[in-house]
Nanobody, 120 residues
Framework: VQLQASGGGLVQAGESLRLSCVVRGSILSVFNSKIMAWYRQPPGKERELVARFTTLGDTTYADSVKGRFTISKHNSLKTVYLQMNSLKQSDTAVYYC????????????WGQGTQVTVSS
C-alpha cells in the first residue's frame, strides 16, 4: 500500500490549500476499515496528529488547527482530503496521511508526504 499525498506548496499567510492523499494498492474494504488521519512534521520537530476521523465517522482536530482545517474523504476513490484555510507560518510542515493509529509495516507504511510552506 502506498500513501500518496499531494497538493502542498508555498503560500502566504491567510491563504488556503487542499491536500489529497490517495491510498494506492489497497482494496476498498481495507481502506474503509481504517480510521484515516492527517499528520504533519514541522521542521526540527516530531510528527504530530492534525486531524482524523473517529470510529463513529465524526472528525476531530488538533487544537492548533481547529476551525481552520477540515478532513474529508471519498471512500470509492480511497482518497482523504485536508482543506486548510487561514494558513499560518506555524502550519509549515511536511503533511502525511496514514491510519489512526498510524501503521508502519512492510505492507502499509508512511508515504513521502507533501510539503506545505507558509510565508508571512
Amino acid at each position: 500500500v502506498q500513501l500518496q499525498a499531494s497538493g502542498g506548496g508555498l503560500v502566504q499567510a491567510g491563504e488556503s490549500l487542499r491536500l489529497s492523499c490517495v491510498v494506492r494498492g489497497s482494496i476498498l474494504s481495507v481502506f474503509n476499515s481504517k480510521i484515516m488521519a492527517w499528520y504533519r512534521q514541522p521542521p526540527g520537530k516530531e510528527r504530530e496528529l492534525v486531524a482524523r476521523f473517529t470510529t463513529l465517522g465524526d472528525t476531530t482536530y488538533a487544537d492548533s488547527v481547529k476551525g481552520r482545517f477540515t478532513i474529508s474523504k471519498h471512500n470509492s476513490l480511497k482518497t482523504v482530503y485536508l482543506q486548510m484555510n487561514s494558513l499560518k507560518q506555524s502550519d509549515t510542515a511536511v503533511y502525511y496521511c496514514n491510519a489512526y493509529p498510524p501503521i508502519d509495516s512492510n505492507i502499509w507504511r508512511w508515504g513521502q508526504g507533501t510539503q506545505v510552506t507558509v510565508s508571512s
